[in-house]
């Protein structure tokens, strides 16, 4: 299994972003999906985790309301929709993939990403 993360960027705040995360090798479907994020010196953080049929999503409270994971098992790709960034948003941002739970830990995902870096200024 291989993910590749794409959509990062520089933003004002308050702006969007759309990240992409296509999946090659293994079954998408039959994955849970998971959006992490580190910034510098920090540990890798919840954002957000979607069922493998999409039917139920999660959330960090700090980015709950704001952004918005989905997923096309047509296509192997799930998605963040970040709307509203913020400068403590900044960060490098990873998907995962994972047959374990809770999909909130990072530890029970067994695929990463290499990352896309997000930057939100001022």
């Known amino acids: 299994v291989k993910l590749l993360e794409s959509g990062g960027g520089l933003v004002q705040a308050g702006g969007s972003l759309k990240l992409s995360c296509a999946q090659s090798g293994g079954t998408f479907s039959s994955y849970a999906m998971g959006w992490f994020r580190q910034a510098p010196g920090k540990e890798h953080e919840f954002v957000a985790a979607?069922?493998?049929?999409?039917?139920?999503?999660y959330y960090s409270d700090s980015v709950k309301g704001r952004f918005t994971i989905s997923r096309d098992n047509a296509k192997n790709t799930v998605y963040l929709q970040m709307n509203s960034l913020k400068p403590e948003d900044t960060a490098v941002y990873y998907c995962?993939?994972?047959?374990?739970?809770?999909?909130?830990?990072?530890?029970?995902?067994?695929?990463w990403g290499q990352g896309t870096q997000v930057t939100v200024s001022s």
């Open positions: 995962a993939a994972t047959q374990r739970f809770p999909v909130v830990d990072p530890s029970r995902y067994d695929y």
């Open positions: 979607i069922s493998y049929s999409g039917n139920h999503t």
